[in-house]
């Protein structure tokens, strides 16, 4: 039974690795230093145009060349394309913490790589991230997969069928499911998605317990709406699960999170247009239709929502602050005019330099328990989001 696929992807990955091995063998028989490129995956190799909607790669790339300082990353680097070349060829899949550990093995049992070993995940990490970029391939095109994390998903009117990997079809009616949610994965799943009634909107909630909080007291049950968790930074799967819905239903899609730069930067541009450290992966993992439904600056007088004041001499709060004002002169998402509104945002918690929680709505009516609710349905229809 072979594995699902991303997407149609025309390199044949077992022939390129083996291109590439030899090729370094050439060089090394003829005296040469051999050297490894791959996209760079940075802000300044990052390319933003509001037509397409999320961010692309530009022509840079990170050239590794032989001599004493990147032998070490060279050789680990054909190591662990070995390991994930065996998994390819055997259908076998491993997470990046479990390659980590399979390197361990492998070292443990060889005297010869040890040379190779890893002190930290983080170094197998980058040498698996810098296979993929180099290769142009999505890591579960290596079948190396992530933990599954967020996108818990409620509706009444959502029907999803799925295509298994031996060809059954497995079909799930969310309003059956009781109090549990129907959750994407990170492996790649054959989804089709079908409304049995007309949905009005899509409402992504950064905080999972915020989500379950509007589920349990009926949001599903009352509007014809899919309603999903992101917990915090959308995961791959969070993010496919969020392009599945905007491609296949055209369904209106609201982001209901927090006011502060970390949110605006981390979690809703990343869901929005992606990310600059996963260049080649935004197409198929970015939401360009998104809006950012609050909190939002007006929202904060308006409704006299609780808000604290961000302290410079915190040193996280100090690097979000930091890392906006880099944003708004660097970033070409918020550079770009079509996104204007949210740079304004970015701008405007600089300057005030509060922070105001998505949680802060429940202070409105706390006597009404479905305050929240009102309170978002009214924003939706009146048009206020960014």
């Known amino acids: 039974?072979?594995?699902?696929?991303?997407?149609?992807?025309?390199?044949?990955?077992?022939?390129?690795?083996?291109?590439?091995?030899?090729?370094?063998?050439?060089?090394?028989?003829?005296?040469?230093?051999?050297?490894?490129?791959?996209?760079?995956?940075?802000?300044d190799n990052s390319n933003y145009n509001a037509k397409v909607g999320y961010l692309t790669p530009g022509d840079k790339v990170v050239r590794t060349e032989l001599n004493v300082s990147s032998v070490q990353k060279l050789a680990r680097v054909v190591f662990m394309l070995e390991l994930l070349l065996r998994n390819l060829d055997i259908g076998a899949v491993?997470?990046?913490?479990?390659?980590?550990?399979?390197?361990?093995?492998?070292?443990?049992?060889?005297?010869?790589?040890k040379p190779l070993d890893f002190e930290d995940q983080d170094e197998s990490d980058s040498i698996i991230d810098f296979i993929g970029d180099m290769l142009e391939v999505y890591r579960e095109e290596l079948n190396c997969f992530a933990n599954d994390r967020g996108g818990q998903t409620y509706s009444q009117q959502l029907v999803v069928t799925e295509t298994l990997p031996d060809g059954d079809k497995a079909v799930v009616d969310l309003s059956t499911l009781g109090t549990t949610p129907f959750q994407p994965k990170n492996k790649p799943q054959s989804l089709k998605l079908k409304a049995k009634k007309k949905i009005d909107f899509c409402l992504v909630v950064e905080s999972e317990g915020t989500a379950n909080t509007l589920q349990t007291m009926g949001f599903t049950k009352r509007n014809n709406c899919i309603l999903m968790?992101?917990?915090?930074?959308p995961s791959?799967?969070?993010r496919g699960w969020c392009k599945l819905i905007e491609a296949q239903l055209d369904v209106p899609m609201y982001f209901f999170g927090d006011l502060d730069a970390y949110t605006m930067q981390n979690i809703f541009r990343t869901l929005k247009a992606g990310s600059a450290a996963s260049l080649i992966r935004n197409g198929d993992f970015s939401a360009p239709n998104v809006r950012f439904l609050g909190v939002l600056p007006g929202d904060v007088k308006k409704y006299d929502l609780p808000h604290y004041k961000v302290k410079e001499s915190d040193p996280a709060e100090a690097r979000a602050l930091k890392k906006a004002k880099d944003a708004l002169e660097n970033d070409p998402f918020f550079r770009d005019k079509k996104n204007k509104d949210l740079s304004d945002i970015l701008k405007w918690l600089i300057k005030e330099k509060i922070r105001c929680e998505q949680q802060s709505y429940f202070s409105v009516d706390p006597k009404d328990p479905i305050k929240t609710e009102k309170i978002i349905l009214e924003k939706i229809k009146r048009g206020d989001y960014v």
Not at 100 to 111: A, F, N, W
């Open 1 to 43: 039974m072979s594995l699902l696929k991303v997407r149609e992807l025309k390199l044949d990955i077992p022939k390129e690795a083996k291109v590439l091995a030899e090729r370094m063998l050439s060089d090394l028989e003829k005296s040469k230093r051999p050297y490894l490129e791959a996209v760079k995956t940075s802000l």
């Open 236 to 238: 791959n799967g969070v």
């Open 94 to 113: 491993n997470t990046k913490r479990e390659l980590y550990y399979m390197c361990k093995g492998v070292i443990k049992g060889d005297s010869r790589y």
């Open 229 to 233: 968790g992101a917990q915090g930074v």
